[in-house]
Structures are given as structure tokens and as C-alpha cells.
T-cell receptor, first 118, second 109 residues
């Protein structure tokens, strides 16, 4: 089956530092990847849609200068949380839709990255 | 109003019980519907798609009522391993999925 990996799985950092999270589709190409954030006991909330070779589309209320997304290849999207603060502590999950899929119903999720900002 | 609403639970049921979850969605243009399962601190995993005709997969039965914008999931003969959070998920056609906040199920021995 299709596999999506995320790295790191867990990161603890000091306030003010930047953290990069990688999302990779291991055995398929993905023109589109999605980044979600989940706070404890809350729903997954879409942050942005990452498109290979073009700018990401951010959801309302998500600061594009704070959450930098780069999708430079068909198998890799990165999310960089810049100048992280404790309120950015959350579970970040990516998903990918295979390029040859006719529907975005097919999404494969990464295992998530748990970010803790001290 | 939330796009996808679920009762957060928790539902505490004994092994072998039948339990039903409900979900409502607000966007009448929604096209596809799913139930996902999420274990603690893990990513969501697709449990089943939901169709108007209803569909069944072993002990799990899902139903969609488009007129009422309502989705249900029935679990029969609950197992301890069914303990998890069940997420109602809708594809509104925007490409990304819209998740409900989940219903927590705890199956007790």
C-alpha cells in the first residue's frame, strides 16, 4: 500500500526557534499534499494545501509567513514553523494524494509530528 | 456552525455491545463521506467510505442520509480493540478533507 512518512516524529524546541517537518510519499508521486494540525481532543484542521512547483494555498487564519511550505518535488513537502511559540505546540499531520488518482478522496496520511515548544 | 458535527462522547460500552455514532454535515454540496479511526497520538486511518445505499464491512455498517445531511456508523459485537476515536469525514469538493472532532469509544471488558 501507499506509504507516507514524516520526519521527525517528535520534536521539542525552545521558543523562538524554527522547526522543519518533512512529509514524503515513499512509493508514489503526489502533486498535492495537505498539512493539518490537531490540538488535544480536537479535530484535524487543514492548514494549507501544498502544490508541487507552485505556492501553497493557506486556509483562513493561517499565517503564511509563520508556516512556510515548500513542495519542491513530487515526493516531498516541508512545513517550517518559524519563530515557534508554545501556542504552536500541536500534532502536525500531512497527507498526500497520488498524482494519478482521479479523486482527492484518496489520501494517505503520514504518522504525524508532535511539536512541543518550551 | 461547524461543517461536521459529532457527539464527542465518550461512549463506554461492554464487550459485545452494539454502538452507533452519528454525524451531521452542513455543506449540502458535499460529495464524499467517510469514517476514519484514530488511535491516541496516531494518524487517522480510513475505516470505510459511506454511500447512500449503505455499506457494510464485517461488524461495521455505515449509512448516509443526504436529505438530512446525516451520517451514521454502527459497530456490532464490540471488541476491546475497537476502542478509539471515530472521525466523521467529508469531502466538500475543495480537495482537502473536512474532519469532525471525533467520537471517543471505550470498550470495556
Amino acid at each position: 500500500g501507499a506509504v507516507v512518512s514524516q520526519h521527525p516524529s517528535r520534536v521539542i524546541c525552545k521558543s523562538g526557534t524554527s522547526v522543519k517537518i518533512e512529509c514524503r510519499s515513499l512509493d508514489f508521486q503526489a502533486t498535492t499534499m495537505f498539512w493539518y494540525r490537531q490540538f488535544p481532543k480536537k479535530s484535524l484542521m487543514l492548514m494549507a494545501t501544498s502544490n508541487e512547483g507552485s505556492k501553497a494555498t493557506y486556509e483562513q487564519g493561517v499565517e503564511k509567513d509563520k508556516f512556510l511550505i515548500n513542495h519542491a518535488s513530487l515526493t516531498l513537502s516541508t512545513l517550517t514553523v518559524t519563530s515557534a511559540h508554545p501556542e504552536d505546540s500541536s500534532f502536525y499531520i500531512c497527507s498526500a494524494t497520488p498524482t494519478d488518482s482521479t479523486s482527492t478522496d484518496t489520501q494517505y496520511f503520514g504518522p504525524g509530528t508532535r511539536l512541543t515548544v518550551l | 456552525r461547524k461543517e461536521v458535527e459529532q457527539d464527542p462522547g465518550p461512549f463506554n460500552v461492554p464487550e459485545g455491545a452494539t454502538v452507533a455514532f452519528n454525524c451531521t454535515y452542513s455543506n449540502s454540496a458535499s460529495q464524499s463521506f467517510f469514517w476514519y479511526r484514530q488511535d491516541c497520538r496516531k494518524e487517522p486511518k480510513l475505516l470505510m467510505s459511506v454511500y447512500s445505499s449503505g455499506n457494510e464491512d464485517g461488524r461495521f455498517t455505515a449509512q448516509l442520509n443526504r436529505a438530512s445531511q446525516y451520517i451514521s456508523l454502527l459497530i456490532r459485537d464490540s471488541k476491546l480493540s475497537d476502542s478509539a476515536t471515530y472521525l466523521c469525514v467529508v469531502n466538500t469538493g475543495r480537495r482537502a478533507l473536512t474532519f469532525g472532532s471525533g467520537t471517543r469509544l471505550q470498550v470495556q471488558p
